[in-house]
C-alpha cells in the first residue's frame, strides 16, 4: 500500500488491518507534501505535530480492536474551518492572527473517523472567488499546469489532491466553490445538499448557500467522506434532521435506465469547439452506459448570476459585520469606535471583499430593499422550480462545471468575466440541491501547450445523494478519465 | 458610493472609489437584468430546503462553551477580562 498515491479506502482497510500503521502513513505524507507545497503552495498551513499526535492517537484505537473509515487517511482542511489550536485564517489579513478556539464539526468527524490533518489550505479571501487569486497570502498554483490558477475558492484543497499532497480535503462551496476547482485540478469535488454538512465551525460567507464537502481522486472516497461529515448537529440549526443513507457502499457500475437531463439553455457550442466536443463525447459515454438524454429546460437559470451577486453580497456584508476589530481579529486603532472600525476593515479586507460588502450593503439598504434583494429571493424561487420542472422528466442533470479549463493567473481582471466561470454552478447552488464534479477528459486551453483537465458537473433532486455518486461512480469507472492525466513532473 | 462605504463601516481610499465605482456599476448593471424576469405573484425564499424553527432547551452545553480565557485568548485588546475598545460615547461638555 502506497499512502501517497493510493486511494482513502485502500489506505483505511491497510490500517484497520494494522499492515501500516497511522503513525507510518504521517511519517511518510509530511515530508513529500512539503516537497510538492514548494511548488504547488496549496497550504497556509502544515501541522505536522498535530498529525503525528492525532496518527497515535489512531493506532491506539485500532490496537484496542476499534475499525475506523478513515483511519490513517491523510487529508487537508480548507482554512475557512476551525480546527482547535491552528490558525484559522479564511485567506484574509482580518483574521491573519486567528487561532481557532474550537474545532468545526465536520472536522471533529473527520478526525474521529480516523483521518490525519495534514494542514489548512489557502483559499480565495472569505471564499470569494473563483481563482484562488483573491487569498491575503499567496497563489497556489495548479498542480496541472503551474503557470495557471487552481481555481476557487477551494484553490488549495483541490490543489492537494490533485498533486497528490493530500488524499481526501474538505472545501466549502457556495456558488461553485468545490466544483469549478475540482475540475480545474482533475478531481472529484461534491457539494452536498444544502445542510446535509453541519456548518458549525465554518466561518460564514453567504449562509443560505455555504455547505462543506469533500475533494477525493475517485468518487468511491468522495462518498466514503461524505458518509463521515453528513447528519444532523445540534450546534448548527440549519443542518438537515434526516437518516444519511450511507452512499460509499454498493455504488453501481452502469446507467441502464437512467435519464440524463441536458439543459437546453446550456449551449455548450458557445465555449470553443474543444471544450464542446469534449462535453459532447461525455454525454455520449452515459449513453453507452445505458442512460437515455432528455431535454429539459431551466428558462431561469441564466438569471442565476445576476440573482446570486445579489443574495451572496447581500448575506456576506450583513455576515462580515462580525469584523470589527473588538472581539478578534486585526484591529487599527482610530479617534473613537466609529473611527476604528473603518481603519480596521479598510486595511483587514481585499478589494473582492470589499466590492461584495459594498453591493451586499446597497442591495440592503433602504430603498433599495425591495428592488434588489426581495427581487432576486424571488428570482430564486424561480430557479428552484425550473429544476423541480426538469427533474419531473430527468433524474439527473448533466453540464459543465465551469466555463472553461484553468486559465493563468492575472486572467481575468473585470469581477464580472472572473463571476462567468460559475454560470453552470451557480443555478444550483441557489436551488440547493447536491452536486458534483468528475473528470471528463482533457482541453489544451486557448494559448496553452499542455492539455488540462475538464469537470462534467452533475445534480440531482434534493436529499439523493447516494444516487448521485452512483451515476458518477458509474460514470468514472468507465471512463478512467482522471488516470490518463498527470501532475507536472517538478510536483510528482 | 461614500455613504453606502460608511453603511458598511468601510473607509475608502480615493483611489478605492476610482477603481470599484465603474466595477460597481458594471456590476448594478449586470444585475439589472432581473428586471426582464416576471416574479409578480413569486414568493421569496430566503432557505431552499423545507425548514422549520428549530427550538431546543434553553441550558448550559459545557462541552462547547468557551472559558473566559479562551473567549479573550483573541481579543487585539483585553483588560480586566473584558474586551477593550476606543471610546464610544462623547465627554460631557
Given at each position: 500500500?502506497?499512502?501517497?498515491?493510493?486511494?482513502?479506502a485502500?489506505?483505511?482497510?491497510?490500517?484497520?488491518?494494522?499492515?501500516?500503521?497511522?503513525?507510518?502513513?504521517?511519517?511518510?505524507?509530511?515530508p513529500?507534501?512539503?516537497?510538492?507545497?514548494?511548488?504547488?503552495?496549496?497550504?497556509?498551513?502544515?501541522?505536522?505535530?498535530?498529525?503525528?499526535?492525532?496518527?497515535?492517537?489512531?493506532d491506539?484505537?485500532?490496537?484496542?480492536?476499534?475499525r475506523?473509515?478513515?483511519?490513517?487517511?491523510?487529508?487537508?482542511?480548507?482554512?475557512?474551518?476551525?480546527?482547535?489550536?491552528?490558525?484559522?485564517?479564511?485567506?484574509?489579513?482580518?483574521?491573519g492572527?486567528?487561532?481557532?478556539p474550537y474545532?468545526?464539526t465536520?472536522?471533529?468527524?473527520?478526525?474521529?473517523a480516523?483521518?490525519?490533518?495534514?494542514?489548512?489550505?489557502?483559499?480565495?479571501?472569505?471564499?470569494?472567488?473563483?481563482s484562488?487569486?483573491?487569498?491575503?497570502?499567496?497563489?497556489?498554483?495548479n498542480?496541472?499546469?503551474?503557470?495557471?490558477?487552481?481555481?476557487?475558492?477551494?484553490?488549495?484543497?483541490?490543489a492537494?489532491?490533485?498533486?497528490?499532497?493530500?488524499?481526501?480535503?474538505?472545501?466549502?462551496?457556495?456558488?461553485?466553490?468545490i466544483?469549478?476547482?475540482?475540475?480545474?485540478?482533475?478531481?472529484?469535488?461534491?457539494?452536498p445538499?444544502y445542510?446535509?454538512?453541519?456548518?458549525?465551525?465554518?466561518?460564514?460567507?453567504?449562509?443560505?448557500?455555504?455547505?462543506?464537502?469533500?475533494?477525493?481522486r475517485?468518487v468511491?472516497?468522495?462518498?466514503?467522506?461524505?458518509?463521515?461529515?453528513?447528519?444532523?448537529?445540534?450546534l448548527?440549526?440549519?443542518?438537515?434532521?434526516?437518516?444519511?443513507?450511507?452512499?460509499?457502499?454498493?455504488?453501481p457500475r452502469?446507467?441502464?435506465?437512467?435519464?440524463?437531463?441536458?439543459?437546453?439553455?446550456?449551449?455548450t457550442?458557445?465555449l470553443?469547439?474543444?471544450?464542446?466536443?469534449?462535453?459532447?463525447?461525455?454525454?455520449?459515454?452515459?449513453?453507452?452506459?445505458?442512460?437515455?438524454?432528455?431535454?429539459?429546460?431551466?428558462?431561469?437559470?441564466?438569471?442565476?448570476?445576476?440573482?446570486?451577486?445579489?443574495?451572496?453580497?447581500?448575506?456576506?456584508s450583513?455576515?462580515?459585520?462580525?469584523?470589527?476589530?473588538?472581539?478578534?481579529?486585526?484591529?487599527?486603532?482610530?479617534?473613537?469606535?466609529?473611527?476604528?472600525?473603518?481603519?480596521?476593515?479598510?486595511?483587514?479586507?481585499?478589494?473582492?471583499?470589499?466590492?461584495?460588502?459594498?453591493?451586499?450593503?446597497?442591495?440592503?439598504?433602504?430603498g433599495?430593499?425591495?428592488?434588489?434583494?426581495?427581487?432576486?429571493?424571488?428570482?430564486?424561487?424561480?430557479?428552484a422550480?425550473?429544476?423541480?420542472?426538469?427533474?419531473?422528466r430527468?433524474?439527473?442533470?448533466?453540464s459543465?462545471?465551469?466555463?472553461?479549463?484553468?486559465?493563468?493567473?492575472n486572467?481575468?481582471?473585470d469581477?464580472?468575466?472572473?463571476?462567468?466561470?460559475d454560470?453552470?454552478?451557480?443555478?444550483?447552488?441557489?436551488?440547493?440541491?447536491?452536486?458534483?464534479?468528475?473528470p471528463?477528459?482533457?482541453?489544451?486551453?486557448?494559448?496553452?501547450d499542455?492539455?488540462?483537465?475538464?469537470?462534467?458537473?452533475?445534480?440531482?433532486?434534493?436529499?439523493?445523494?447516494?444516487?448521485?455518486?452512483?451515476?458518477a461512480?458509474?460514470?468514472?469507472?468507465?471512463?478512467?478519465?482522471?488516470?490518463?492525466?498527470?501532475?507536472?513532473?517538478?510536483?510528482? | 458610493?461614500?455613504?453606502?462605504?460608511?453603511?458598511?463601516?468601510?473607509?475608502l481610499?480615493?483611489?478605492e472609489?476610482?477603481?470599484?465605482?465603474p466595477?460597481?456599476?458594471?456590476?448594478?448593471?449586470?444585475?439589472?437584468?432581473?428586471?426582464?424576469?416576471?416574479?409578480?405573484?413569486?414568493?421569496?425564499?430566503?432557505?431552499?430546503?423545507?425548514?422549520?424553527?428549530?427550538?431546543?432547551?434553553?441550558?448550559?452545553?459545557?462541552?462547547?462553551?468557551?472559558s473566559?480565557?479562551?473567549?479573550?485568548?483573541?481579543?487585539?485588546q483585553?483588560?480586566?477580562?473584558?474586551?477593550?475598545?476606543?471610546?464610544i460615547?462623547?465627554?460631557?461638555?
Amino acid at each position: 500500500m502506497d499512502p501517497l498515491r493510493d486511494s482513502a479506502a485502500a489506505i483505511a482497510a491497510a490500517v484497520n488491518r494494522r499492515e501500516m500503521s497511522a503513525r507510518a502513513i504521517a511519517d511518510a505524507v509530511i515530508p513529500h507534501v512539503e516537497r510538492v507545497d514548494a511548488q504547488v503552495d496549496a497550504y497556509l498551513q502544515l501541522t505536522p505535530e498535530l498529525m503525528r499526535v492525532q496518527a497515535d492517537r489512531v493506532d491506539a484505537r485500532i490496537a484496542a480492536g476499534e475499525r475506523l473509515p478513515l483511519a490513517g487517511v491523510p487529508v487537508a482542511i480548507k482554512d475557512n474551518m476551525c480546527l482547535l489550536g491552528t490558525r484559522t485564517t479564511a485567506g484574509s489579513k482580518i483574521l491573519g492572527n486567528f487561532v481557532a478556539p474550537y474545532t468545526a464539526t465536520a472536522v471533529q468527524r473527520l478526525l474521529d473517523a480516523g483521518a490525519l490533518p495534514i494542514g489548512k489550505t489557502n483559499l480565495d479571501e472569505f471564499a470569494m472567488g473563483s481563482s484562488g487569486e483573491n487569498s491575503a497570502f499567496k497563489m497556489t498554483r495548479n498542480p496541472y499546469d503551474l503557470g495557471r490558477v487552481p481555481g476557487g475558492s477551494s484553490a488549495g484543497s483541490a490543489a492537494a489532491v490533485g498533486g497528490f499532497a493530500a488524499t481526501i480535503s474538505l472545501g466549502s462551496d457556495t456558488g461553485g466553490s468545490i466544483r469549478e476547482p475540482a475540475a480545474f485540478c482533475n478531481v472529484v469535488g461534491f457539494k452536498p445538499t444544502y445542510g446535509r454538512v453541519s456548518r458549525y465551525g465554518l466561518i460564514a460567507f453567504a449562509s443560505s448557500l455555504d455547505q462543506i464537502g469533500p475533494f477525493a481522486r475517485s468518487v468511491e472516497d468522495a462518498a466514503l467522506a461524505y458518509d463521515v461529515i453528513a447528519g444532523k448537529d445540534p450546534l448548527d440549526a440549519t443542518s438537515v434532521d434526516r437518516p444519511v443513507e450511507p452512499t460509499a457502499t454498493d455504488l453501481p457500475r452502469d446507467l441502464r435506465g437512467v435519464r440524463v437531463g441536458i439543459v437546453k439553455e446550456f449551449d455548450t457550442g458557445e465555449l470553443g469547439g474543444a471544450i464542446d466536443a469534449c462535453y459532447r463525447r461525455a454525454y455520449d459515454d452515459l449513453v453507452a452506459l445505458g442512460a437515455t438524454l432528455v431535454d429539459v429546460s431551466l428558462p431561469t437559470a441564466k438569471h442565476g448570476l445576476a440573482t446570486y451577486y445579489l443574495i451572496a453580497p447581500a448575506e456576506c456584508s450583513s455576515n462580515l459585520a462580525r469584523f470589527d476589530g473588538v472581539r478578534y481579529g486585526l484591529r487599527v486603532d482610530g479617534a473613537d469606535v466609529g473611527e476604528m472600525y473603518e481603519r480596521t476593515r479598510a486595511s483587514g479586507f481585499g478589494p473582492e471583499v470589499k466590492r461584495r460588502i459594498l453591493i451586499g450593503t446597497y442591495a440592503l439598504s433602504s430603498g433599495y430593499y425591495d428592488a434588489y434583494y426581495v427581487k432576486a429571493q424571488k428570482a430564486r424561487t424561480r430557479i428552484a422550480e425550473d429544476f423541480a420542472r426538469a427533474f419531473e422528466r430527468c433524474d439527473v442533470i448533466a453540464s459543465p462545471a465551469a466555463s472553461s479549463p484553468a486559465f493563468g493567473f492575472n486572467a481575468k481582471s473585470d469581477p464580472v468575466a472572473m463571476y462567468l466561470m460559475d454560470y453552470y454552478t451557480i443555478p444550483v447552488s441557489l436551488a440547493g440541491l447536491p452536486s458534483l464534479s468528475v473528470p471528463c477528459g482533457a482541453v489544451v486551453p486557448e494559448g496553452g501547450d499542455r492539455p488540462m483537465p475538464m469537470g462534467l458537473q452533475l445534480a440531482t433532486p434534493l436529499f439523493t445523494e447516494r444516487a448521485l455518486l452512483g451515476y458518477a461512480h458509474a460514470y468514472e469507472q468507465a471512463t478512467q478519465h482522471a488516470e490518463k492525466l498527470a501532475p507536472v513532473e517538478a510536483v510528482r | 458610493m461614500r455613504h453606502v462605504a460608511r453603511l458598511a463601516r468601510l473607509a475608502l481610499s480615493d483611489a478605492e472609489i476610482d477603481t470599484f465605482g465603474p466595477q460597481l456599476a458594471n456590476l448594478l448593471t449586470f444585475v439589472d437584468q432581473l428586471r426582464e424576469l416576471d416574479t409578480d405573484g413569486v414568493p421569496a425564499t430566503a432557505q431552499v430546503v423545507p425548514s422549520r424553527n428549530v427550538e431546543r432547551r434553553d441550558v448550559l452545553r459545557p462541552g462547547t462553551m468557551l472559558s473566559h480565557e479562551a473567549a479573550l485568548a483573541n481579543a487585539p485588546q483585553a483588560e480586566h477580562g473584558y474586551f477593550r475598545v476606543p471610546r464610544i460615547l462623547a465627554e460631557e461638555s
